[in-house]
C-alpha cells in the first residue's frame, strides 16, 4: 500500500459498473470515517498516470471524505483530504488481465447488474481471443477463476461461467435494443435476444 494524490488517479470511462448506489457509497465513506479503509483502491500505471482498476465505490467515498474536510486511517497511516491509499498492480499485466481484476473485485466487493457483468464478460473474453485466436470460453473460465484463487473449481463451478460467458457473448451485441436492456437477467434477455437472431439471419 502508498498513498498517493487525488490528482495523480484517473478513473477510465469504461469501467465495468455503470451504476453506484450513491446511498452505497454514503453509508461506505462514514464506516471508513469511522473504522478506516481495509482495502484500498487498485490502480496500475499508464503513461505517468495511475489508473483505477478496482475500488471506484471506495474511492467515492474517500473524495466523500475528503470533500467534508476530514481524515481517515488506513493501516494505521493518517489519510488527509486530497490523499488516496493504493495498491498496484504489475505493469507487466495485459488488458484483458486487468478486466479479469476488476471483474474479480466487482463480483467479491458487490454483484454488478447484470448488464454490467454480460459486458465485463464479453469483453474479457475478446481480448483473450485477441490474444489468442483459439481461445474457448473454457479457458476464459479457467483464467477467471484462477484469478479468484480458486484453482480446483468444482464441475458447477466451470460450467455455470463458461456458460455466462457463451451467452455473454450473444447478448453483449444486443444490449444497444432497449427491450434487451430492460430485461429482468441475462437469461430473459438470451431468450429476447433469440427471435432477434433469427430474425436477422432471416434478412
Avoid at 57 to 68: F, P, Q, S, V
Avoid at 135 to 148: D, P, Y
Avoid at 160 to 179: F, T, V
Wanted: hydrophobic residues 40%; proline residues 4%; aromatic residues 2%.
Amino acid at each position: 500500500m502508498r498513498i498517493v494524490q487525488r490528482s495523480e488517479l484517473d478513473v477510465p470511462k469504461s469501467r465495468q459498473r455503470k451504476a453506484i448506489d450513491l446511498r452505497a457509497v454514503q453509508d461506505l465513506a462514514t464506516d471508513i470515517a469511522t473504522n478506516g479503509l481495509y482495502h484500498p483502491p487498485v490502480v496500475f500505471s499508464q503513461s505517468g498516470r495511475l489508473v483505477l482498476v478496482a475500488g471506484e465505490r471506495r474511492l467515492r467515498a474517500i473524495d466523500a471524505i475528503a470533500n467534508a474536510g476530514h481524515f481517515f486511517y488506513c493501516d494505521k497511516q493518517v489519510i488527509t483530504p486530497g490523499e488516496v491509499p493504493v495498491c498496484s498492480l504489475n505493469d507487466n499485466l495485459s488488458s484483458a488481465d486487468l478486466k479479469t481484476v476488476e471483474l474479480n473485485e466487482n463480483i467479491l466487493r458487490e454483484e454488478l447488474q447484470w448488464q454490467d457483468r454480460v459486458q465485463a464478460l464479453a469483453e474479457i473474453h475478446q481480448l483473450r481471443l485477441a490474444e489468442n485466436p483459439a481461445q474457448t470460453a473454457a479457458q476464459t473460465t479457467r483464467e477467471i477463476l484462477a484469478a479468484q484463487g480458486n484453482l480446483n473449481p468444482t464441475r458447477g463451478e466451470h460450467n455455470h461461467i463458461s456458460e455466462a460467458i457463451r451467452e455473454a457473448s450473444i447478448i453483449s451485441q444486443h444490449l444497444h435494443d432497449p427491450a434487451i436492456a430492460k430485461a429482468g437477467n441475462a437469461t430473459e434477455a438470451l431468450h429476447l435476444v433469440a427471435p432477434v437472431r433469427s430474425s436477422t439471419l432471416r434478412k
